[in-house]
C-alpha cells in the first residue's frame, strides 16, 4: 500500500508540470493585455507610462519562456506569486475562496448523498414497480436538468416568491441561510448521477450467488440489503462519489457566480475578467493537485469497501 502511494505521489509531478505549462501558455496567448486592463482609469483612459511600470514591475515586459521559468521557480519554492490586482499574495487569496468552496463542497455531497442513496436502494429492491420508475424519472430530470436553470428556479421561488430565503451572499461564513439554495443546486445533480450507479450496482449485488445463499440461511432482508448487497455495490459509487466531491472543490463556476458564492470558481472567474495571469495560473495548479489527491484518497478507500483489493506495483 505504501508503495502504491508514493508511486502514486511521484507521477503528480510530470501532471502537474504538464498542467501548469499548458495553462501558462493558453493563459499568455489569450487577447487582452493585463497591464492594460488593470491600469484603464475609470474613465476609459490608459496612461502608456503606467502600463509599461506595471510591465516591469510584474515582469511581463520579459519573453514568455522566461516568464514560465521564474514562475516555475518560484512555484517550487512554495511561492505561487502576487495577484496583478490586489498585489497581494496569490495563495492568500485561493485559501480564503477554498474555504468557502470546501463549507459548500462538503454540504452539497452530504445533500446529493442523503438523496442518492435511499432512492437508490429502495428502487433496486422495488425493480419495476411504480415507486422504481417515479424514483428513475426523477433522477433522470436531475440529470437533465442545467445548473444555471435550477439556481434560478430556486432563486425566484424561495427568494423572491416566499421570500425565506436570501438570494445570493455568503453572510458571515457560517449562515445556513445562505448556503441552502447554492448546495441543492449542486447537490441534486450529483444525486441524480448517483442514485442511478447505486440501482445498478445493487441490482447486479441482489443477483449474486452469496445473496442467495444468504436468504436461503434465513439472514433477514435488512441485513441482505445493508450489509451484503450495499457493501459489495459501493465500489463504482465510491468511484462517482469522489469525482463529483473533486469536482465541487474545484468550484463550480456557475453555481458560484449565480448565487454570488465567493468560491474558487467564482475567484476563477473574476480573475479572467481582469487577466490576472498569476491568480489563474495558481488556481489551476490549486485545483488540480485537488483533484488528483481525491483520486488518490478514493483508490486507497478501496482496500477498505472490500479487502480482496490488492494494489501492486510493477516490476
Partial sequence: MLDYILKRILQLIPVLLLVSVVSFSIIYFAPGDPAETLCTGPDGSVNPESVEKFRNKMGLDKPLHIQYLIWLNNLLHGDLGYSYRSQKPVFNHIKTAFRATFKLSVVSLFLSLAIAIPLGIISAIKQNSP????CMVGASLGVSMPNFWLGLLLMLLFGIYLD????????DGGDLEHIILPAITLGTGSAAVTARLIR?????????????????????????????????????????????FGYLLN?????????????????????????????????????????????LIVDISYRYIDPRIRYETAG
Fill in 131 to 134: 415507486l422504481d420508475v417515479s
Fill in 164 to 171: 425565506l430565503l436570501p438570494v445570493a451572499g455568503y453572510g
Fill in 200 to 244: 445498478s450496482s445493487m441490482l447486479e449485488a441482489l443477483g449474486q450467488d452469496y445473496i442467495q445463499t444468504a436468504r436461503a440461511k434465513g439472514v433477514s432482508e435488512r441485513v441482505v440489503i445493508g450489509k451484503h448487497a450495499l457493501k459489495n455495490a459501493l465500489i463504482p459509487v465510491v468511484t462517482m462519489v469522489g469525482l463529483n
Fill in 251 to 295: 468550484g463550480s463556476v456557475v453555481v458560484e457566480t449565480i448565487f454570488g458564492w465567493p468560491g474558487l470558481g467564482r475567484l476563477i472567474i473574476d480573475s479572467i475578467d481582469m487577466r490576472d495571469y498569476m491568480m489563474i495560473q495558481g488556481c489551476m495548479v490549486f485545483v488540480t493537485l485537488l483533484f488528483v489527491l481525491v483520486n
